[in-house]
Structure formats: structure tokens, C-alpha cells
């Protein structure tokens, strides 16, 4: 599915090798275990290395762990992967990655951009982390109880919606993989979601912040 554009869905059952959906472009990507299988998904690697490697756009659905280096370079795509190894997120400049179990080490080394989420239930992950560009917290409650924005509400207000936006791709993962582990994180929500970890980079951060305060004294001006 490497390049794939708007309008591609790419369903696999089985697992995959090295760069799955480099240079991604928009579509979707989900990659499953086959319905006899016996292995533990979660516990199971079902793609390989450089996964989104310079990727710009798009959504992923991986039920199973990742190898080395996923969505090095990403710039725009939404990823979820139920573990990851080395170098994780490694120059990411865009997207969202959600990651529902351990990482390797080095993660976040270079990133400029972009949000990872990490289910962090025994508070590990920092070890993990290069902190150099990159800034780590807990997910706050969200107001909304509906929990029915869109994609596009969601990728335009990256500066918070942190719950909303995990439980959107929890919600997208269970329908496109039927992965047991994200039936059982929504099924029990209020509790889980405070294990979650934020990744944002420092600068990153900061240019939102910056455009908020922007737009907002244009918008005075207007008025």
C-alpha cells in the first residue's frame, strides 16, 4: 500500500513486511491477523520496519505490534499499532500515532510534529523517550460527553481534544480490525483513558499556541 491516495482502502488479513504505506497520501490501511490465527495480536509483530515512512496523509489501522522506526518522517498521517519498537516517531513532523502498548527506546528523537498517544499503565514510557524536542503529560478530562466530532474538527484543533481524539481512533480500530484490546480500553473508558501518555513536541506546542492567539485577535479586529 506504499503511496496510496484518497479513495484506496487497503484490507489485509495476514501480516505485512517493511515500509507499509511509505509515502502514504491519503486512503487507509488495515492490516489484521487471518480469522484461524492462534497468535496473541497484541503480543504479536504484524508488520515490519519504516512503516509510514515519510507519509503525508491518511488513516491506519494495525492490529498488532510494529517494528523499528514507524512513521519516521510522517507529516500527516493517523496511526494506530498496538506496540512499537526502536526509534519510534523518529523526525515526525504531522499526524497522530496512537500506540496501545510498550514502545522501544529512542522514541521521539527529532520530532518537530504532530501528536503520539501511549497507553502508559505502568508508567514506563518516559524511560523510553528522547526528551529533547518533546514534552510528555497525562490526558485531561474532556467536556464533551457525546464524543461526535469528525475527523477534519479533530485534525484542525490539535491543541486539545486529546481524550476525543484517541477514543475517535479506539472507536475506528475496533470497527476496521475488531481488536479485542480496543473493545476492552472503550469498555472501560472512564477508567482507562488516565493511562494514557501525550507526546507533543515543545516547538510544535508553541506555533499552535501562537496561531490560536493570532486567529482569535483577527477575529477581534473583524468584529
Known amino acids: 500500500a506504499a503511496f496510496s491516495s484518497y479513495g484506496i482502502t487497503f484490507n489485509l488479513a ?39 515512512y515519510g507519509a503525508i496523509a491518511g488513516q491506519c489501522y494495525f492490529r498488532g505490534i510494529g517494528g523499528e522506526r514507524f512513521a519516521v518522517r510522517n507529516s500527516g498521517a493517523w496511526a494506530v499499532v498496538e506496540g512499537l519498537g526502536d526509534h519510534g516517531c523518529e ?12 514502545t522501544g527506546k529512542n ?31 497525562k490526558v485531561k478530562k474532556s467536556n464533551n460527553n457525546n464524543r461526535k466530532y469528525t475527523f477534519d474538527f479533530l485534525k484542525n484543533n490539535m491543541l486539545g481534544f486529546h481524550e476525543d481524539r484517541i477514543h475517535f481512533l479506539l472507536k475506528n480500530h475496533f470497527k476496521f480490525t475488531r481488536s479485542s484490546l480496543a473493545k476492552t480500553l472503550l469498555n ?20 499552535l499556541e501562537n496561531m490560536n492567539k493570532k486567529n482569535y485577535n483577527l477575529k477581534k479586529l473583524g468584529e
Open 91 to 102: 523526525y515526525m513532523t504531522g499526524g497522530v500515532v496512537l500506540c496501545l502498548g510498550k
Open 188 to 207: 472501560n473508558w472512564d477508567k482507562e483513558k488516565e493511562n494514557f501518555t501525550v507526546v507533543f513536541p515543545k516547538d510544535y506546542k508553541i506555533a
Open 14 to 52: 495476514g501480516e505485512a513486511n517493511d515500509y507499509v504505506g511509505k509515502g502514504l497520501c491519503g486512503g487507509q490501511i488495515n492490516i489484521f491477523p487471518t480469522e484461524d490465527s492462534k497468535i496473541i495480536p497484541e503480543d504479536s509483530i504484524i508488520i515490519g520496519n519504516t512503516v509510514l
Open 107 to 137: 522514541f521521539g528523537a527529532g520530532m518537530s510534529g504532530g501528536i503520539a498517544y501511549i497507553y502508559d499503565k505502568d508508567n514506563t514510557f518516559e524511560k523510553q523517550c528522547n526528551l529533547s524536542l518533546i514534552d510528555l503529560s
